[in-house]
């Protein structure tokens, strides 16, 4: 019988395996060509920072923040293929040491039946994520990793929490996450490394260079969210998006007051939410921080399916909530979560088994996975509002109280 030690070292080798596969023949560098060429022809003076001419061109232009092209910067220095091979691999990295860090913390544990469901979930993010080599996969590691290490590392916790805004700006919504006791100090450097990482800048391109890339990349942004079309929002898996598609079917409202009506059903659930985790106790903030991975996807205004490895630490708690749920008595609260979740997998499995392509479009468009998030978090919150077995499992009292 192989030993534990044994066991690791051969899942290790599988994961290396995979991840040096994966980087060779999966990966397309759809989206690191966008930010490949801004590094290489920006600095070369070929193309500008931002606008339909940067990047690719429209509608892969480059949409990121001005000290982003500081942080890029070292891509130019080789080939697409190359830094694609590299940033694959360093996505495995990263989530593995983010997945690590997790169970280290949390005491994160999962059945054989919770890892397949688990897997089943996420297959197809984890697919496309690698093949259009994004920069989601670092930003929500830096995420998961920040709300874990917020009160143990609020200094390092807060540079994660930095970065991933620095880039997305939406996880800016994890911020409320950092207001309970114990956490206001990596909220504090969250502030602090946001005011360094947007200042650096100045230095690089003097105040009127960054002020005009400021401004340029303001005006691309206000594009992109004040522009209800079929470019952005015809396939998009947000809330915001399902409802803005359904009410727009009804030829008698108007695409803005149907936006409008979305932004209010989306305030208000993220309102919601973020007040029942504020009054929950910390013994179960970590299964919220899970569940506010599904509220991210769900209430930020642009979710393309290849953005849904935003999930991933959501998937991940609510196995092993369901690894514990298994092992705890019998229960109505405790059986409508695990329903809850069998029919999120089964929706998120659907999408990726069925690959007829009308049928994906059919599929896409009636909002198949915001469908299953919503189911997800509906999990959340009956485990964590109505059983015992929500508080912390890296917690001995709270171990032994569950």
Known sequence: MLTPRAKSLILCALLASLAILSALFLTKDTDLRVYWYAMKEHFSGIRPAYGPLSGVGFPMNYRYPPVTYLILYPLRFTTVRIAGICWTLGEWLVAALTVRLAVRRHGLRLSLAATV??????????????????????????????????????????????????????????????????????????????????????????????????????????????????VYYVMGQSLFEVILRGAASLHSISLATAAHGAEGVVVALYAWVTWRMLRSDRSRLWAWDGAAFVLYSLVEPHAVKSGLISLGPAVLTAACLYTRSREEEGGAPRASAERLFLGSCLLFFLGTVIQYRPWQRFLLSAGLDCWAEMLLLAAFIVWITRTPIARDPGDAGGAAAG
């Not at 003097?206 to 079929?230: K, N």
């Open 117 to 230: 469901l688990c897997c089943a979930s996420l297959v197809s993010c984890v697919v496309l994520a690698i093949r259009y080599a994004n920069v989601q996969p670092f930003v929500i590691c830096a995420i998961f990793a920040g709300l874990i290490l917020a009160e143990e590392r609020p200094v390092w916790s807060g540079l994660l929490l930095a970065l991933a805004m620095t880039f997305k700006i939406w996880p800016i919504l994890f911020l409320p996450w950092l207001f309970p006791k114990g956490r206001r100090r990596a909220a504090a450097y969250t502030a602090g490394w946001l005011a360094v990482l947007w200042t650096v800048p100045v230095f690089a391109f003097g105040v009127q260079g960054y002020r005009a890339m400021l401004l340029q990349w303001r005006d691309v942004m206000t594009q992109i969210a004040t522009t209800y079309s079929e």
